[in-house]
Every structure is written in structure tokens, then in C-alpha cells.
């Protein structure tokens, strides 16, 4: 059994390799972004303790999954119960081409369209990785990391 937390700056690839591990293991998949936010204009973070009570359905109703996501708010939550971390510490010019490239994400995007408009935003986003202090920051992402004292790797590219 195998429950797996994925983190890292956007367009490192968590959603890729966690549909990629997934699919070969027969593995739940929960993308946190699908419960972070609220459908508001801007978005607005839900509060912790309702993306928290999501979690704990989401692995109370699953064997062996994945969770993935740039939150460390978030997977702190699914810590406890996971066997293992990956966490996709790519450079930040390498997320950006990744995100420039990444498919439409329907469960997040009403078209490609609509996704590709927020495109600046997420390239911006992405640019200050490493200049945030954030949970969704490489301080936030190297923290967890090094605190882990359970399985883990650390990913520097897509290969």
C-alpha cells in the first residue's frame, strides 16, 4: 500500500507523475488544487480546516492514493498517513516551459482557453518560487522535505 505526497513549485510536473503512478498502480488521485480555492473571482483559499475535512474524507475513503500539490498548509494535513514524499525540486526555468506546454486541465479550467489566459499569471507565479517565503514557496517545499523522516526523493527533472 502506498500513499504518496507530490509538492513542488508549479509546472514541476506533481499532477503528471501523480496520474503516471496512478495509472500503473492503481493508485486514488486527489489534486489539492481542486479544494484549496473557493469559486470566487479572485480566488479566495478556502479555510484549512475545510480543505482539511476534504483530505481526511478523501483518505478515509481511499486504500493507497496519492496527494499532490504545491500546499504544505495542506499536506501537513495527509502527512500522518503517508508512506512516502516526492518532492519535485526542478529549476524554475524548466516549471516554466512545463507550464507553457502543460495540456488543458478541465477540472480546473472551464476551456484551454480560459487557461491559457491565466498563463502570465502562473509564469509570474512561478518566477518568485524561490523568493517567497509562503507555504507554497522552496522554503516551505525544502522544510517538509528535510523534516521527513520516512521514505523520500527528490526529483530535478521530468525524466
Given at each position: 500500500?502506498?500513499?504518496?505526497?507530490?509538492?513542488?513549485n508549479?509546472?514541476?510536473?506533481?499532477?503528471?507523475?501523480?496520474?503516471k503512478?496512478?495509472?500503473?498502480?492503481?493508485?486514488s488521485?486527489?489534486?489539492?488544487?481542486?479544494?484549496?480555492?473557493?469559486?470566487?473571482?479572485?480566488?479566495?483559499?478556502?479555510?484549512?480546516?475545510?480543505?482539511?475535512?476534504?483530505?481526511?474524507?478523501f483518505?478515509?475513503?481511499?486504500?493507497?492514493?496519492?496527494?499532490?500539490?504545491?500546499?504544505t498548509?495542506?499536506l501537513?494535513?495527509?502527512?500522518?498517513?503517508?508512506?512516502?514524499?516526492?518532492f519535485?525540486?526542478?529549476?524554475?526555468?524548466?516549471?516554466?516551459e512545463?507550464?507553457?506546454?502543460?495540456?488543458?486541465?478541465?477540472?480546473?479550467?472551464a476551456?484551454?482557453?480560459?487557461?491559457?489566459?491565466?498563463?502570465?499569471?502562473?509564469?509570474?507565479w512561478?518566477?518568485?518560487y524561490?523568493?517567497?517565503?509562503?507555504?507554497?514557496?522552496?522554503?516551505?517545499?525544502?522544510?517538509?522535505?528535510?523534516?521527513?523522516?520516512?521514505?523520500?526523493?527528490?526529483?530535478t527533472?521530468?525524466e
Open positions: 500500500m502506498r500513499n504518496i505526497l507530490i509538492f513542488g508549479s509546472g514541476s510536473g506533481k499532477s503528471t507523475l501523480a496520474k503512478l496512478c495509472r500503473a498502480e492503481g493508485l488521485h486527489l489534486d489539492l488544487d481542486t479544494l484549496a480555492w473557493q469559486p470566487t473571482t479572485p480566488p479566495e483559499r478556502n479555510p484549512i480546516d475545510v480543505s482539511a475535512a476534504e483530505i481526511s474524507n483518505i478515509a475513503s481511499n486504500v493507497a492514493w496519492v496527494i499532490e500539490g504545491c500546499y498548509d495542506l501537513e494535513q495527509a502527512l500522518p498517513f503517508s508512506t512516502e514524499i516526492i519535485m525540486n526542478l529549476p524554475i526555468t524548466l516549471c516554466i512545463n507550464a507553457k506546454k502543460r495540456p488543458w486541465e478541465p477540472h480546473k479550467y476551456s484551454k482557453e480560459v487557461q491559457d489566459n491565466n498563463l502570465d499569471m502562473l509564469v509570474g512561478i518566477s518568485q524561490s523568493d517567497r517565503t509562503d507555504t507554497f514557496s522552496a522554503i516551505a517545499h525544502n522544510k517538509f522535505y528535510d523534516d521527513y523522516s520516512g521514505k523520500k526523493k527528490m526529483l527533472d521530468n
